[in-house]
């Protein structure tokens, strides 16, 4: 449903962009288990704006808050509500655009689904909703690796504008630290400038361009992810296509394997190292019928450039009169990528700890589910 | 859940592979909508393997049958179970393949994860299960088509292998009576001898080749989806993403979209013949916001190449055995995209007749929800 | 959702009373689980009309059909679909009662939610519809006993119209072969022939009778249910009253403990033989604050009296003009509890394989659910 | 699942009794209601404590905050999310209990099934997680008020203790003011008296009193609920047996019907002044067949006596060692059906707002579900 995603592990978010706050109850927890809340606080950051001339000046400090599920740094199983407080809202900066429709934005679907919209910004709509995917995904996060300590879940920018990393670029031993040594959060650095560059020129410009983000899970044991309806990488893309401006998503190959044929694209079974059973490529991105194969997960996502830009556009009034319209504030993304770094992740982990619990539930050796008496 | 989709509309299915049947529950309908048992049928046979030298020649005559929710050529408003009998299936067939992992099959993720498998076949991993999503699909566009006489759901072929069809191909018009004017559902006629001439020489060669379906929606109306997690396209691309073998999805612009200025992408509102509000460009691909605006949705998909091939190929037994593998039928089909149409076609009209009905309990104007007393 | 219950083991059912086919698919289901279709069918046939002179004549013989998800005689894990085929029903003897509304049965609030109902009979609301529950139940038993090899579930009459059991009868040892040693399901054998005297009576006359069952599970291991909204006894009531003529459910002490006080109602914790933690009375009928707490979970049902007659009534036709109703066949039964033993039992049994797949998947020790890779 | 309730209204509560906060989150709203937060403050201090001396003395103003989802007075259509903070929570109270299992709690099965509990209290257990369903409730009850002008939902105590109300007393015509005239919300004023003479003694000793509460709604149309695991009265079952000592529910002629006759429990169908088609009687309590008739929906729950009592008890510490429990503060109610009056209206109206939305989902009579253009 609209603001609740999963089935074991389930999150539910609220808040709009102008509202007093946004938040998130995450449940189905299983009790027990450390939270830092330190690093929730940091994928918050990452993902805040305000960080480089690269993103938005709102001023933001989006200091995570915690009203239940927790007591001595361990989850009770009961529900947990994280939530961020809204300080920079400014309502008033919307008046201008309060009676248009910002092209490409969702102010007329909106307006026209619920006959209403919010005065304040762009309510549900705005990007300011992904503090509680944040939010609740570096929570995910840690439960997950919990269980899996090996775990790994790294995000980076993969191509900004027609600028793309190199095709040898080695891209599964990379930290998020790697990944954060660049605002950009692009860590191909023989292309850094040249990205870097075309962004400041489309900054300069009031205009805004498209990215893609490539993810890779490492970790993940064989058996994630169910047939038919619920298959791992179908998860996956529905998460990820429910972020603000993604367009398009791809799982291991992906698009590349239009043209690609059976006998170069089958990913071979072999023994690795230790005895594990492994493939020898991993065209199919680490999942197979839909369950994980225990190879890395590596998925693709495409973000458009972003809709609001400070150069002025043509676009009709409520009352379908043609107007112009520039934005006052100025208070905008030139690429909305960077700082969708840790909300790629963070669906990731919301996704993954959601089939981790459907998992163990439907095949776990534990009969009694842990039950002592 | 894996074997349910949907939350207003609800399908739910079942079947192996070589199982006694396929079948599907559709549940949350409207009651007195007529129901042409027919047209399901056409879709079915749309789907069916031996209808050309491009697909396996399993024979399946894919007798549609229903059990319940039906009166009178009319729903009821209560389940409707719709099933097809597996007749060609021949599990023995499999017994060479019983003890092995075929490469980028689920055999050996099924088995991992569930410590069995089907001794008779794919299982729920093999495309037969696609036989409940199409009798669902083909049910539930006419329920929708009910409620918009002018709905047009259009998928196909729009690439095949390297053959992709013309950037100015006009694809807004076709029906599916031209897209089945030839058997690879490829409409561009310009290059269809290309990339019959490419499936022919990989078919001989014993190899499979990957392709792509662009789908295209006209006549849904503004309101469709909803914001955060429920995205129109965030459902369509689970939606496609479930299907065997895709692995890709892009909206509107979708990866193309990451080397777009935000001043070309936007699209403009402006008054359309008729008084109607629409956009100059459809970049969007018909949703803003994840709410349908009015525009004609589209979609693309990737299929990687099948991953059932002629050639010998190495691979691991359960025994994790080095061990090669030839299937023994060559009951597979070179490229699974042309049977794939009806099936994309299917899982849209699933996901819209959802929304549809999420959107109206949510939204609509009739207070009571048309109760009479 | 209407057809469908349960969040971890799912089940959905579909049929009318006088179309093809009852049927359920269950899904949701562990792997490996050997499974004995008999069992099943005994169920099935301990709820199957014309076992005695107290049941409806109706000659079903409810033979159980299995289309998917079991192989060798165990689960795959896959959805297991259960069907019985519809063979005497005879819409014909209906066409009476089309077009009027039978008191207390849903022919009228059918007709004005759907604008529709079946012209053959009573559609979902008739008792047929329990068949899909019946074979889902008695499946669900068998996963969950092959995890806890001592769970028990014995539902029986416990009042049938004022003849009530002694107080002092000792329940918990019942099986269901002394439940099934008379056709009233009623195992008091002191006031069995007052209970059969008053049902022939009542019969005779026309007339029908309400009745009472009660249910005790044996070997719940504490753990199941979960807070708030999903305490096992809310989940066993919603199971209960959605039986057919369900109209009342207690927990433990139930109603009686309207009159009762803290000191004599509390449940003083004490160790049992062999070290077990338990409780010296079980007033709270097995669940504290929602959650099995290792006794014998205890519940009762009121059954309402059968809605269908043989006596002539004053109603109203669908055109809201007076009519006299008599039914033509008289095939009913003058009371439904016998019958409904096994329903109760079955719902019990989804019931609690739900919350004891959800426990293990939140609560597990087994951190990897299985996988062995 | 655990703390979310309802398919098309949805509402997902957290907190602890001791924790920080209590709140709820109300999803799937029409959007454009008006919302008067009075009201709902005013069923939030109808359920707090401290409001007589047979209520706990814990002092909790209870105010109500709202972070989203509303603006200027009206619904956005986007998550409302309601919370009240925890100010009388006094951890260190519960020093003497953390040990030990107070008798018929929830510390036992809490602490067996997550193998941790709350330090502070009784967690999710507490009543006071109460005050999120209230919020919920009231909310709820204002939209549907919106759609249903003549909706009324009045609960009142109908028995405290042995004290039972007159057989023959009207409560038909009560309202919440009639209801709250004096602190046990005992309408019937004939033993009231004597209602109130008996709690005050089973308060004065130390000890706690069951006692039942009935519930009748009003004005709700033909059509809400739906067949077979939805049924109304299932979902009404399910929603009070979720209340925290609540341990039995009954509709309509509830248990009373087991000894009545079919041709004296028939609800015979005639037409009203104004031409409306109702019935003569009411057993059915306002559902046939699981969906609305149009006539009140008359339902009783039964609440067990407090499990907290000042009077020493046995019971076993978390070593099994056997100890005397007696509780220090004595903040609790000796009767716990005053306080719950609100808590079963709230959920009642969560269910309805619920079925209302989902029918006008399926059974709209508003093709494009209000959609402007």
Not at 102 to 126: E, I, M, Q, V
Not at 276 to 296: A, C, D, L, M, W
Request: with cysteine; proline share 6%.
């Amino acid at each position: 449903m609209s603001s609740t995603l999963g089935a074991s592990f389930r999150v539910t978010t609220y808040g709009e962009s102008h509202g007093g706050a946004v938040g998130v109850i995450c449940d189905g927890i299983p009790a027990c288990v450390p939270v830092d809340l330190e690093q929730i606080q940091c994928q918050l950051s990452r993902r805040r704006p305000g960080q480089s001339r690269f993103t938005t000046p709102r001023q933001e400090q989006d200091l995570l808050q915690v009203s239940s599920g927790l007591e001595d740094g361990h989850t009770l199983g009961t529900p947990v509500h994280l939530w961020v407080a809204n300080k920079d809202s400014n309502p008033k900066e919307y008046e201008s655009m309060k009676a248009l429709y910002r092209p490409s934005h969702a102010d007329f679907t909106t307006l026209h689904k619920y006959r209403t919209r919010p005065k304040s910004g762009g309510g549900r709509a705005s990007a300011r909703e992904t503090v509680a995917r944040v939010a609740a995904g570096a929570f995910a996060e840690q439960i997950l690796r919990h269980f899996i300590p090996d775990l790994s879940i790294v995000a980076f920018v993969d191509q900004l504008g027609s600028v793309a990393m190199s095709a040898d670029f080695d891209c599964h031993t990379l930290s998020r630290e790697q990944v954060d040594q660049n605002p950009l959060r692009y860590p191909d650095l023989n292309h850094y400038e040249s990205a870097a560059g075309l962004l400041s020129r489309v900054k300069d410009a009031g205009d805004s361009l498209g990215g893609a983000i490539c993810c890779i899970i490492q970790g993940i044991p064989v058996g994630l992810g169910e047939p038919v309806f619920s298959k791992l990488e179908a998860d996956l893309a529905r998460a990820m296509l429910s972020i603000p401006a993604c367009r398009g998503f791809e799982i291991g190959s992906g698009f590349s394997s239009i043209t690609m044929l059976g006998s170069q694209h089958n990913d071979l079974f072999e023994q690795k190292t230790g005895g594990r059973i492994g493939t020898r490529t991993n065209y199919s991105g680490g999942v197979q019928g839909g369950i994980s194969n225990g190879e890395p997960i590596k998925f693709r996502t495409a973000f458009k450039p972003v809709s609001t830009i400070g150069l002025p556009q043509q676009t009709l009034n409520t009352a379908a009169e043609r107007v112009e319209y520039s934005p006052q504030n100025g208070r905008h993304d030139p690429c909305v990528v960077p700082r969708a770094v840790p909300i790629v992740e963070s669906m990731a982990a919301v996704v993954l700890l959601d089939h981790f619990l459907r998992h163990r539930g439907q095949n776990s050796l534990d009969p009694m589910g842990g039950s002592q008496v």
